[in-house]
């Protein structure tokens, strides 16, 4: 470490770099637009699409669907306001935000978890992007017939081949740091958004039209979602309370991590508005486009489609194919880059921070996901991944959210979060009330729903929520329960 400033601050080499220091007001060009194409990077992708179509056909119709994820939707601009403002106040990074709660090392132990995560997701969003190109590539017959034959790693050899293109692509973009990031997202996004509307437009067009009182059969419905894992038949109330709720869980990663991006906010309104457009506004239309192409599209084809590139490859036009992989392709890509890798990116190099730089990190995540893809653990129900992946999650951010407004009201002291010896060195670097939380949250929101059997199998929906709730009130009982109880004694 030796930048004068740094220094002259008191920094510790140990827990500073380039990356992971405040920023300066020179790096806070970030403006309401590229908040909002955070989004629009974040939410538009096949993942994104599979999932709010899988959710459709829950909901059973269209006013009931707009229902849930609207009200989901409302939950979801909520929480990221929370952890959006703390970005843009403290100008940190969330391993180093979490160090205020967990210690300057126990800091550690969320990073990890989030970059692990980071790395599952990485792969499923690189496998969802790789296989619209598969899709689009088996139209060629001798294509499709390498396809058939050739297999290894447990996958096909045009899947092997193109998911190892898409994520070689992809670290091409983060090479050149944030800056890079932020112009990419910002064409990428909204480029997505019109070839989306292509596609439903196109669809509705060929189906001769579109009424939003029309639905998929009931005995359709009830086929397709018997193994999604949610309770209740397709528009009843536990059905659609288990679709907000795998909304809400959908976003768990950047509830922790968004502040990754706020804290290059211009200021506390370019964070407020491009929340607000780019959460329940974009979420809602979003939904909607998908909620449009699936219905559209069963009318057409005669079949439920809830992937993008099912539909894209049935179209007559190999040209319309090819723009619309390429563009989900490309959305993909974004998300990936968006939520993953800069995550992961932080977290990682926060560990090791005078070996591992912001690019060090996202390189080493991008590998962990490259081991992943043979096992792909992503495949199956949308649901039942988001649901497992997002809970561990939740303690996390229950302890940090719980720290910053209700025990610190909201004032962090900045320098302190890099310094060895400061103020949150707490037991030697380690916070034990957080990690105990931590600990607590994790068995109720993902070890006991996911690996035994002692809990309702509905639990596991809302393994998140529970995690949040179970994680922060622990938190906070450990932390002020004996300030409480020694004011007590005092009185007395």
């Known amino acids: 470490m030796d930048h004068p400033d740094w220094t002259a601050k008191g920094y510790s080499p140990g827990l500073t770099n380039e990356d992971l220091a405040p920023t300066t007001p020179a790096q806070r060009t970030w403006g309401a637009f590229s908040i909002f194409n955070v989004w629009t990077s974040d939410v538009h992708s096949l993942w994104g699409y599979f999932l709010a179509a899988s959710l459709f056909l829950l909901c059973g119709s269209f006013l009931n669907f707009l229902i849930a994820i609207g009200i989901g939707s409302l939950v979801i601009f909520g929480l990221m306001q929370l952890v959006g403002l703390a970005g843009a106040r403290t100008g940190v990074p969330y391993p180093v935000l979490a160090r205020a709660s967990f210690g300057v090392w126990g800091a550690n132990f969320p990073a990890v978890i989030r970059a692990i995560v980071a790395c599952f997701w990485y792969g499923a969003q690189t496998a969802a992007a790789s296989g619209a190109i598969v899709a689009l590539l088996t139209r060629s017959d001798g294509i499709m017939e390498f396809h058939k034959n050739v297999h290894f790693l447990g996958h096909s050899g045009l899947e092997v081949i193109c998911y190892v293109v898409v994520w070689a692509l992809q670290l091409l973009i983060i090479q ?21 509307l292509v596609l439903a437009i196109g669809l509705c067009v060929k189906a001769g039209g579109f009424e939003f009182s029309s639905t998929i059969p009931h005995d359709v419905l009830l086929e397709k979602t018997k193994d999604a894992g949610v309770p209740g038949t397709p528009g009843s109330l536990t059905s659609l309370m288990a679709v907000a709720a795998v909304w809400i869980t959908y976003f768990a990663a950047l509830y922790l991590n968004f502040c990754d991006f706020t804290r290059y906010a211009k200021d ?48 007559d036009s190999w040209l319309l194919a090819a723009l619309a992989a390429l563009t989900f392709c490309v959305a993909t890509l974004g998300i990936n880059v968006v939520a993953n890798f800069v995550s992961a990116a932080f977290d990682i190099s926060n560990t ?31 649901a039942g991944f988001v649901g497992a992946i997002g809970s561990t999650m939740g303690p996390l951010f229950g302890i940090i959210m719980v ?58 929906l809302y393994g998140w929520f529970f995690g949040v709730a179970i994680g922060g009130a622990s938190y906070w009982a450990l932390r002020m329960l004996p300030e409480v109880q020694s004011e007590m004694t005092r009185s007395a």
């Open 268 to 315: 506390e309104k370019a964070v407020r508005v491009g929340n607000l457009w780019g959460l329940p506004v974009n979420l809602l239309l979003f939904s909607l486009v998908a909620g449009v192409t699936t219905l559209a599209a069963y009318k057409v084809y005669g079949e439920v489609l809830i992937h993008p590139d099912q539909i894209s490859a049935k179209f």
């Open 352 to 382: 090791f921070p005078r070996q591992i730089s912001f690019n060090k990190g996202g390189y080493i995540a991008a590998a962990i996901a490259l081991v992943l893809y043979p096992f792909a653990p992503w495949e199956g129900s949308a």
């Open 403 to 460: 720290d910053y407004y209700l025990i610190a009201k909201g004032k962090v002291h900045v320098d302190e979060l890099y310094r060895e010896h400061g103020r949150y060195r707490y037991q030697g670097g380690w916070h034990v009330k957080a990690l105990v939380a931590a600990g607590v949250g994790i068995l109720f929101s993902t070890l006991l729903p996911n690996f035994t059997h002692l809990l309702p199998t509905w639990w596991g």
């Open 176 to 196: 050149r740091g944030m800056e890079t990031v932020r112009k990419f997202q910002d064409w990428a996004g909204p480029g997505v958004w019109l070839a989306m």
